[in-house]
């Protein structure tokens, strides 16, 4: 799943923490969970505002749980609105997804003052080394000129506007017609994904600026 990979780009083997500020990784996972669900179809967006295209329940629980939530309060349709509401707990959420599916396990640390802080990771040599695949699949896939998927150039996209793409692209200095094709393969995404990919950097932007003050 589209957000699955993001959350493991995302996220630090070692230590469950993540790369990004919180509130950019739970953008970018709320971008990339109304992604699958414009890619199965279900949801469109246009001009900024998001509407359903179909409401039969996909598969996955939590897409199923997602477009649930749309179609009973279809009346609010700006995608932006829907980033920042979804980017709350879209982390633990996603991370519950991996977990179901043996991707993580929860780890339970102590805190100063006695507090504890639960994180989702792999924490297995074969969970570590998906999770790695994970941003390595697609940085090999650029440097060879491959051909992307949608869901992996909307991967791509997420990426880039969320500000992880040194992260992705690390080691591969000595390819920057990588970094310079990055714009013209997003602006290759249908009108819906581009869109999302555009109001999620808008997004990151408005959050961090925010966040500075």
């Known amino acids: 799943m589209l957000a699955d990979q993001y959350y493991l780009i995302a996220h630090e083997d070692r230590t469950g923490r993540s790369r990004l500020h919180p509130r950019a990784t739970g953008l970018g996972l709320a971008a990339a969970l109304l992604s699958e ?96 695949w994970a941003s390595t699949r697609i940085a090999n896939m650029l440097v060879r000129g491959m051909e992307l998927s949608a869901s992996d150039r909307m991967l791509v996209g997420i990426v880039v506007a969320t500000g992880l793409t040194r992260h992705v692209m690390y080691g591969f200095e000595n390819y920057p017609h990588i970094y ?10 249908p009108n819906d994904l581009r869109e999302l990919v555009e109001c999620t950097e808008s997004s990151v932007g408005s959050a961090l600026t925010v966040g500075r003050r």
Request: charged share 25%; net charge positive; proline share 4%.
């Open 37 to 132: 669900l414009v890619l199965e179809g279900r949801i469109g967006v246009s001009e900024g505002d998001l509407f359903i295209i179909d409401q039969r329940p996909p598969r996955d629980a939590l897409s199923h749980d997602i477009l649930d939530l749309l179609c009973a309060q279809s009346q609010h349709r700006d995608v932006r609105t829907w980033l920042a509401f979804l980017a709350q707990d879209s982390a633990l959420r996603v991370a519950e997804r991996l977990m179901r599916v043996g991707a993580v396990e929860a780890v339970t640390r102590r805190r100063m003052l006695g507090s504890t802080q639960t994180l989702y990771m792999p924490n297995t040599a074969r969970q570590r080394n998906a999770a790695a």
């Open 180 to 189: 310079h094709g990055l714009p013209s393969m997003i602006a290759s995404l």
